[in-house]
């Protein structure tokens, strides 16, 4: 057999991949599942970007770019971090690479070496622990509870930190809860931080836009936290650009020198046609934005009434993103139909799907026991049926 580096080796795959071929199967064999599981958003790029890549082309701005980006968008995103975040960067401290989940890696790689410990707070993004270990550091999750909208608090935090710590990963707004951390919250956090030298932090933003009645802070923009903040952020989920890729990291400037030089052997730059468009989305009016985000707040109302009416579901209120994470906990040791008995999320998701043809995303996968993802990035006519049939499925429980 083939013999792998390491890292490689033991690297997990996706842990939600088997459920995602599961419902492909079904799927295949004629089951009308409703996969309520995506983790991107069900519209189309906003016309003026997608005009900026057609002339790009046209235009035959085609060749590589400087490796960082073009000076051109890094100045938009400079404009974008000043008059969003209150955050005052240089061309210099920013590096655009193929999507948000390039630029953690970059970040994380650049920080993080063999005896560093990593703390992410459960439940996690599927990818942090993994970049974290293939840098060759120890993730360590740090677990969160429901009863507080699975938020990180100081006092975990304080008990988390040791003499390895070398970096805490924030997602704000959250994937997969849609927390989100209130600027009061996050002092609270930094306060805990100011009294340890030497920890850094990745505050992955990616969803920044994508918010309901909350204020979204940068933690970079925190006193004393810049020098020692990396803020990730993308186009994916605010503009519908997933296949675009296209994401960045603005740090101090050495990291940012770091990172650029990881990149500029591995990939180099992202597309150039990708940067013009990126240049139009930070420029253009705002509004197929809100359009999109006021249909996700419809989509969500509907989906946490749904879910809060079942008996024995918990669901914190996502206040940004598109995931619903409700606690389905107290169904564990119940029997199925069937005669089995569903232990775990795992068995739950599995038990959802083979049953009532709905597919979503067990806690497991994010380092959280008692959970489930559901997105609504789907149409309101497909979660009305998905949540039709985890209602039933719950109540053919015993
Ligand atoms: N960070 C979070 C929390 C995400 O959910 C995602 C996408 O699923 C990413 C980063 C990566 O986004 P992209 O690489 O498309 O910019």
Not at 20 to 49: C, M, N, W, Y
Not at 172 to 179: I, W
Not at 194 to 219: C, K, P, Q, T
Request: contains cysteine; aromatic residues 8%.
């Amino acid at each position: 057999s083939v013999r792998f580096n390491d890292r490689v080796a033991a690297m997990q795959p996706s842990a939600t991949l088997a459920m995602k071929s599961r419902a492909e199967e079904r799927r295949r064999q004629g089951h009308p599942v409703v996969a309520l599981s995506a983790g991107e958003p069900d519209f189309e790029t906003p016309k003026p970007i997608s005009d900026a890549g057609v002339q790009a082309i046209r235009n035959g701005f085609t060749n590589y770019t400087e490796n960082p980006g073009t000076l051109e968008l890094r100045e938009a995103i400079c404009s974008k971090l000043d008059r969003d975040n209150d955050l005052s960067y240089t061309p210099e401290q920013v590096v655009c690479s193929n999507g948000a989940k390039q630029s953690l890696a970059l970040a994380i790689h650049a920080l993080c070496d063999e005896g560093d410990e990593v703390l992410i707070p459960a439940p996690y993004w599927v990818s942090y622990p993994e970049m974290a270990r293939f840098s060759g550091a120890e993730p360590v999750p740090v677990p969160t509870d429901v009863d507080n909208g699975y938020r990180l608090t100081p006092a975990a935090l304080e008990k988390a930190i040791t003499e390895r710590t070398r970096l805490l990963i924030l997602c704000t707004p959250s994937n997969p809860t849609g927390t989100v951390y209130s600027p009061d919250e996050l002092a609270a956090l930094a306060d805990v931080l100011r009294d340890h030298d030497g920890i850094y932090v990745v505050s992955d933003e990616i969803y920044e836009y994508v918010l309901y009645d909350a204020e979204h802070r940068a933690f970079a923009s925190l006193p004393d936290m810049k020098e020692r903040t990396v803020t990730v952020n993308g186009f994916s989920k605010g503009f519908a650009m997933t296949g675009w890729r296209l994401g960045y990291m603005a740090a101090p400037g050495p990291i940012a020198e770091a990172a650029g030089k990881i990149q500029g052997q591995f990939t180099s730059a992202p597309s150039s046609i990708t940067q013009k468009a990126g240049v139009a989305a930070l420029e253009m009016d705002k509004e197929p934005v809100e359009e999109m985000v006021s249909a996700f707040r419809r989509r969500r109302d509907v989906v946490l009434e749904r879910l809060r009416a079942i008996d024995g579901v918990q669901c914190p209120t996502p206040e940004g993103a598109f995931y619903a994470y409700p606690d389905v906990s107290a169904f564990f040791g119940a029997t199925a139909p069937d005669g089995s008995t569903i232990e775990d999320g795992g068995d739950l998701c599995f038990y959802l799907l083979e049953e009532q043809d709905v597919a979503l995303v067990p806690g497991p996968a994010f380092g959280e026991p008692d959970g489930l993802r559901l997105s609504y990035a789907s149409s309101m006519e497909d979660l009305e049926t998905g949540l039709d049939r985890i209602e039933a499925g719950l109540a053919a429980l015993r």
